[in-house]
């Protein structure tokens, strides 16, 4: 069994090695692709980076991304209940629509309602999640302020195999699923993953005397097929479809009212893409597209779902991008996107649309120990106009112990669909959010404690907020500063990962904004035996307000064993909120109570 490091691997802690393209690097070293857009050895890059594997989702047996993603360093969740529900997170104190998610490295779709609700995205066919602190829009364009979220998927794996898993666990949990890597060829490789996980849920926002003994459950049904094929050495090929279907609850009832509401929501999630690559000793290229729909019902349950309101997202993307090995110290990468993207209501029978084509380039240069970065953008979008980015950075490792590395980056959140053409509140003429940003970090090694200090700084400007005349840009300046803490050593069998996330993030009034804490404190640790692994999660959220109240602080526990039986079969028990507390991430909506899983999986 490979000890791996549970939930986070921080690239920044590693000493500063010559650059070289992914495919001159050592079986044992990590590839990352997120930090400049071109495949890098991990630690080779000025980027924070932290890397969750699949051995490490298994591991901690998470059961949804927010499980996943709430242990990374600086992520703040927020869930408006259980699976299914409403789950932002907010990263270093940005706003939840700040933050880029990608899947395989194209954006998901996201233009009519401005952030990505994780809650969602199927765990099944998920093979890492790279994720990126600080800001990236000088390589990505929008969103990009606060940090790159890359949920990577099996359609593209080398790895053979087939994975058989089947699970059981509190409010009626049942989860059944399967993945697969075949090779059908000397040159061609079929990927594939199916699932389907329901729970009844719970009473995800309790209204005495109003909705009692209501539950509002999940159920899912997802898959994906991927096939790659290798021409020669030097060109491949790839085509893949990743799809779900999710039929969810929530509430609606109204106090002030006295009324009581049960609603659902269905959404339909297709995505296509293809692709191709030429790959050299010096030289990477790739073109790709990918075409996604996604569809989405709210309604009253006991009506049904024609019965409500019906919308529709559609995005296109193609992209370009290059890396070419100029010297052994020296790499030039860049490239083409375009994207167009488009929300049709179907009650009103209206339908946005919006293109955007931007140009990028990166540049990464060493010598000796000292290390450069640089990258620009440029974005010409048909509604809110265009937009330049760029970032600088530098680091020098002063000894092997010990080195530094800072950054100044500039960045841009679009306003979305909803924003701009809402027949209420829309205001199409909003102009895109814009923010400045600095990161500073010390980082080495003490009696085997690799560690880190950053630092950071955000001001934003120009931030779109709902008022009751419409959407508008907000006067002022929006200003979030934060210092970061990390610490990663073994004891013995014992494997730990230490995070401190203080920060003040204030609006132009300087209020504290919304649902963000000013400290955090995160503990990951795994416990390897011979046939056993323990994976232990700890969080504190301090307190923070939301909107008139102020929500308490929490301590959060949540463990996972797993017995590996035999070379094929493995059982694993995982326990959610271990210490039964009581506390809400969104003020009105509590948490569940402790939770129990179960699951066996076989491979062959």
Do not use: C
């Not at 009626?172 to 697969?180: F, I, K, N, R």
């Not at 179907?346 to 140009?359: G, H, M, Q, Y």
């Amino acid at each position: 069994m490979n000890k791996s490091i549970l939930a986070v691997a921080v690239a920044s802690l590693l000493p500063y090695a010559p650059f070289t393209q992914a495919q001159q690097s050592s079986a044992d070293e990590t590839v990352v692709v997120t930090a400049n857009r071109f495949e890098q050895v991990e630690g080779k890059s000025l980027s924070n980076i932290e890397v969750v594997t699949r051995q490490d989702i298994d591991q901690m047996q998470a059961k949804t991304l927010p499980d996943v993603l709430r242990r990374l360093t600086g992520v703040q969740v927020t869930q408006n209940g259980g699976r299914g529900q409403l789950a932002s997170l907010y990263v270093r104190g940005t706003n939840s629509d700040q933050v880029l998610v990608l899947v395989d490295g194209i954006r998901f779709a996201r233009a009519a309602k401005g952030s990505v609700d994780f809650n969602q995205i199927p765990l099944t066919y998920v093979q890492r999640v790279e994720y990126v602190r600080g800001a990236r829009a000088s390589l990505y364009g929008s969103e990009a302020i606060g940090g790159v979220i890359n949920i990577i998927t099996i359609a593209r794996a080398e790895d053979e195999g087939t994975k058989m898993s089947a699970g059981l666990g509190s409010l009626d949990y049942q989860e059944l699923s399967l993945a697969s890597g075949i090779k059908i060829s000397e040159s061609g490789q079929l990927n594939f993953a199916l699932g389907r996980e329901s729970d009844e849920g719970y009473n995800v926002k309790p209204i005495e005397g109003l909705n009692d003994g209501d539950r509002h459950g999940f159920e899912t049904v997802n898959g994906l097929l991927g096939y790659v094929h290798q021409f020669d050495q030097h060109w491949s090929a790839y085509l893949n479809v990743r799809a779900y279907d999710n039929v969810y609850q929530y509430d609606t009832s109204s106090s002030s009212r006295g009324t009581h509401g049960y609603s659902e929501a269905q959404k339909d999630n297709l995505a296509l893409t293809a692709g191709g690559k030429y790959q050299s000793q010096k030289l990477v290229s790739e073109l790709l597209y990918t075409t996604q729909k996604q569809k989405e019902w709210n309604y009253v349950q006991s009506e049904g779902k024609d019965s409500g309101s019906i919308g529709e997202l559609d995005q296109q993307n193609v992209q370009w991008t290059n890396s070419w090995l100029f010297t052994e110290s020296v790499i030039l990468a860049g490239g083409l996107d375009w994207r167009d993207e488009s929300y049709t209501d179907k009650n009103a029978n209206e339908t946005f649309d919006r293109s955007n084509v931007a140009a990028f380039g990166v540049l990464t240069a060493q010598f000796d120990d000292a290390l450069f970065e640089g990258s620009l953008r440029f974005d010409d979008n048909e509604e809110f106009g265009e937009e330049f980015t760029y970032s600088l950075g530098a680091g020098y490792q002063f000894i092997p112990q010990f080195g530094l590395k800072a950054s100044f980056g500039t960045a841009f959140k679009a306003p979305n669909l909803y924003q701009q053409y809402d027949p209420y509140y829309g205001t199409k003429d909003l102009k895109a959010e814009s923010s400045d940003s600095w990161e500073l970090t010390f980082e080495g090694e003490v009696q085997q404690v690799n560690w880190s200090i950053t630092g950071y700084d955000y001001k934003i400007n120009d931030l779109i907020d709902w008022s009751p005349s419409g959407y508008e840009n907000l006067q002022g300046e929006t200003h979030i500063q934060g210092l970061e803490l990390v610490a990663e050593f073994g004891t013995g069998i014992v494997y730990h990962q230490l995070s401190a996330d203080f920060k003040d993030a204030e609006d132009s009034e300087g209020n504290q904004l919304s649902r963000r804490a000013e400290e955090m404190y995160k503990w990951n640790a795994l416990v390897s035996f011979e046939a056993i692994d323990w994976s232990i999660g700890y969080q504190y959220v301090g307190k923070r307000p939301d909107g008139s109240e102020e929500l308490y602080s929490y301590s959060l526990v949540d463990t996972a064993v797993s017995y590996y039986a035999n070379e094929s079969v493995t059982i694993s028990a995982r326990v959610d909120n271990l210490l039964d507390k009581e506390y809400q991430t969104a003020r009105g909506y509590p948490a569940a109570e402790r939770s129990y899983y179960l699951n066996v999986s076989y491979q062959f």
